[in-house]
């Protein structure tokens, strides 16, 4: 072969040299040329296409007889020398891709070579295009990953299963988990109830997005969040799989923003009612007291049953004023000592003040605190008030010889959680909405204002109170405190 082949013979051999001008890859064929000792010194082209004139801007006569460093780009000549040379001897050669830059070029080449008798073709096509939309992919694909990381909100891909393919660092951060951890598990195992997961799942099944789904979600140490969670089904084309893309905002701080607010609320209203109660009762009431005190002198010591009735009136009078006397007090923030000093040794002080209940009804006392020794500015008459009421509680929720009554210490971040569970008789949903409101009791003497008190004076404290409950299950009160000190 000595030139490219165009006229119009039709003889196998131009039929083939016309196929090879019209392809879409350059070829060129080169001989070696040896020196005495046979070694390879250079290669001499013998045949070029079309396309590899037009590639290398090379007229076809020009090509021909070329030696191959005057021929191809440095970057493919010089740079591949040494392979073609291992070509030749060994017919081995790795298909690769180059960037060149000439003065006529600035792209890339794909490049191929293979043996031919002393010497070697080598293909070579401009893919220029296609590695520039990979760079553009690349560029892009990047631009998402890095949203996709640096989200403020967590992130999560989901296969078919549900089980975690990815998520992002606010995901991580969020929940505790390392990327290893959490793809072995599915989102179901991160729902607080299953009752939560299964509208979740039926609705992403029936490729229905999921949009503001309120649920709690439980982290890797089983601490609740409230979150919301906005999820869509999206088919990935590379595996054949339907996954499932979200985002999770965590909303606890502000779910409990609105509910301070709501019990800030409701004990301004409290304690309106209750200034205005112990303004319209109390004059009357006092009055009344007046009243009977000069009714007792002028009764005559022999009328019957006289003292009786006079003491029933003095009995429900002086319990009248007690009720608003406490009805003030469960409302009102409370004038607070705050000394700093061992959390420990208030609840100790307090539980010492039941443990004769305790012993009496055979209940069980498990105590579980954090070995670090927590300091906190607190008023101890009023924290003990408040520790007390939660103790008496569970201590009468439970049957005797089967109770056990829990207090436990435990440190999240930067809170300190005071945990008071019992295993009694539990508290009805229904209740459980009411249980702080003024008045609500379940107790057939009970003025229901004790837990108003304690959530007032942990409030005060400038602390936070929750309850969890189940009937026939038992009752959790947990007290947060932020950790201002830690001995």
Same mark, same amino acid.
């Given at each position: ?14 039929? %083939? ?8 890859? *350059? ?27 037009? %590639? ?84 892009? /694909? ?37 990327? /290893? ?22 609705? =992403? ?126 409302? $009102? ?17 307090? =539980? ?6 305790? $012993?009496?009804?055979? %209940? ?59 295993? *009694? ?45 189940? %009937?026939?299950? /038992? ?13």
């Amino acid at each position: 072969m000595s030139k490219s082949i165009s006229d119009n013979n039709t003889s196998p051999e131009n039929l %083939l040299h016309s196929i090879i001008d019209t392809t879409f890859f *350059g070829v060129l064929n080169f001989k070696s040329i040896r020196n005495s000792d046979s070694e390879i010194m250079d290669f001499e082209c013998i045949f070029a296409n079309k396309t590899a004139s037009e %590639l290398l801007a090379v007229d076809v006569s020009d090509l021909i007889g070329a030696k191959m460093m005057d021929v191809l780009p440095e970057q493919i000549g010089n740079g591949f020398f040494k392979e073609y040379k291992r070509l030749v001897e060994t017919g081995k050669f790795a298909k690769v891709e180059q960037h060149c830059k000439t003065d006529k070029f600035d792209g890339w080449f794909q490049v191929s070579a293979s043996k031919l008798g002393d010497g070697f073709t080598v293909t070579f096509q401009d893919i220029s295009d296609v590695k520039k939309m990979q760079a553009d992919l690349t560029t892009r /694909g990047n631009k998402y990953q890095k949203l996709f990381d640096e989200s403020i909100d967590a992130i999560f891909l989901l296969d078919e299963q549900f089980q975690f393919i990815n998520v992002n660092s606010s995901f991580r951060q969020l929940f505790g988990f390392n990327l /290893g951890n959490i793809k072995e598990k599915s989102i179901k195992q991160l729902f607080l109830s299953e009752k939560d997961f299964l509208p979740f799942e039926n609705a =992403l099944k029936k490729n229905k997005k999921i949009d503001e789904l309120e649920v709690f979600l439980l982290t890797k140490k089983s601490y609740k969040r409230f979150c919301l969670i906005n999820s869509v089904p999206v088919y990935d084309e590379e595996r054949q799989q339907q996954n499932y893309l979200g985002v999770i905002r965590d909303m606890t701080k502000r779910k409990q923003a609105e509910k301070d607010i709501m019990v800030a609320e409701k004990l301004s209203m409290t304690g309106n009612i209750a200034r205005t109660i112990a303004h319209e009762v109390r004059n009357p009431l006092t009055n009344l007291s007046l009243a009977l005190e000069q009714l007792k002198e002028e009764i005559p010591e022999d009328i019957e049953d006289a003292e009786l009735y006079l003491s029933i009136i003095e009995r429900n009078t002086k319990r009248i004023g007690n009720l608003i006397t406490d009805l003030l007090n469960s409302s $009102k923030p409370k004038k607070l000592k705050l000394i700093k000093q061992p959390i420990k040794k208030l609840i100790t002080e307090a =539980l010492a003040l039941v443990k004769d209940r305790i $012993k009496l009804q055979n %209940l069980e006392l498990v105590e579980d605190y954090s070995q670090e020794n927590i300091i906190l500015p607190l008023d101890s008459d009023q924290f003990k008030i408040a520790l007390l009421n939660l103790f008496i509680n569970a201590i009468e929720s439970m049957k005797p010889d089967h109770g056990v009554l829990k207090i436990a210490e435990e440190i999240h971040d930067d809170y300190l959680m005071l945990i008071i569970q019992d295993n *009694g008789k539990g508290i009805s949903p229904t209740a459980l909405k009411k249980l702080f409101e003024p008045f609500f009791t379940g107790k057939k003497e009970g003025t229901g204002l004790g837990l108003t008190t304690v959530q007032n004076i942990i409030h005060s404290h400038k602390g936070k109170i929750e309850v969890e409950s189940e %009937l026939g299950q /038992g009752t959790t009160f947990t007290i947060r405190f932020q950790i201002n000190c830690v001995e």
